[in-house]
């Protein structure tokens, strides 16, 4: 009776832009052009997306709160300043482009740290896109956040639709990094639209101040801490980690995932037994092999 319930909900007061499509098409194929990095700024691009957006949602139900957009999941150490958000919106009859800001929450998905000047998501009708890039005042952040757009409506028509891409997961995020705050109740994006995995389509670009309490990263570096640990290992290079291996003392792979593709993810390692461990990690430049040791 639940499921029953919400389900009616749901579809009530949310539209996808494949559930106005007949043709079966759903792929949108976008390009990604790193800017021009300034120079005092040491330029890093937040990015979890493919590329390439399967689907796009938005909120019909007018004087609902809500507010839509992605997890960042950097290391807790990292800090810096937000430059600026880039994202992708498609437009269909029954919507249009309207004002929305970007609100930056802090991993408590409480506290609002910044937000955006005021912008119109422009789109073009779906299968295509329009990129819309937001220049934000340099706004401080430490650690993971979020960075949520306004969906929120008085009256009808509602708002072109944010980008989604339904492929792409990540260590302990199998239903991807897009979120939902509806009416201050947080949930990820693909249960409130009934879909699998959802990452939107937002980019996030900032000058980055370097790894708190450990060494600046010079290219092609990986740092991993703390070492020895008993919960968890910080793993941060300064290039987009491919993939991560952990091998125990006779050599035997004992773990290894695919799904990362960013600079700053975490190991769990509170299952691993106590003991030394070579964790081999393959970034975009090369492969390199720490040792750590786990304490329980």
Known sequence: MLIVVLSTLVFASQNRATG??????????????????????NFKLYKYDDGKAEDAFTYTAP???????????IADSISGVIKSVK??????SRD???????????????????????????????PADTCITVTCPDIPYT?????????????????????????????????????????????IAGYDWLVGSSTFLQRVNVCENGVVGIEELSP??????????????????????MTIEVLNFTGQTIYKTND?????????????????????????NGIETKKITVIH
Not at 87 to 92: A, G, I, L, P
Request: charged share 15%; with cysteine; glycine share 8%.
């Open 20 to 41: 106005l499509r007949d043709d079966g098409h759903l792929i949108s194929t976008v390009t990604w052009h790193s800017p021009a990095s300034p120079d005092s700024c």
């Open 63 to 73: 004087g609902t709160l809500v507010r839509i957009g992605n997890f960042f999941l």
């Open 87 to 92: 994202m992708y919106f498609s437009s269909y």
């Open 96 to 126: 249009s482009a309207q004002s929305c800001i970007v609100y930056f929450y802090k991993a408590d998905q409480t506290t609002i740290f910044g937000q955006s000047p005021a912008f119109i998501n422009t789109g073009a009708p779906w």
């Open 143 to 187: 650690g993971p956040f979020y960075a949520m757009v306004d969906y929120t409506i008085t009256t009808l028509p509602y708002k072109n639709y944010f980008d989604v891409d339904l492929t792409s997961t990540f260590p302990g995020f199998p239903l991807g990094l897009g979120f939902a705050d509806i009416n201050g109740v947080w949930n």
């Open 220 to 241: 092609g570096s990986i740092s991993l801490y703390p070492n020895p640990a008993n919960d968890f290992v910080n793993i941060v290079s300064s290039d987009n980690i």
């Open 260 to 284: 990362v593709d960013l600079k700053g993810t975490k190991l769990d390692v509170a299952s691993f037994r106590t003991g030394e461990y070579m964790v081999k990690i393959t970034t975009m």
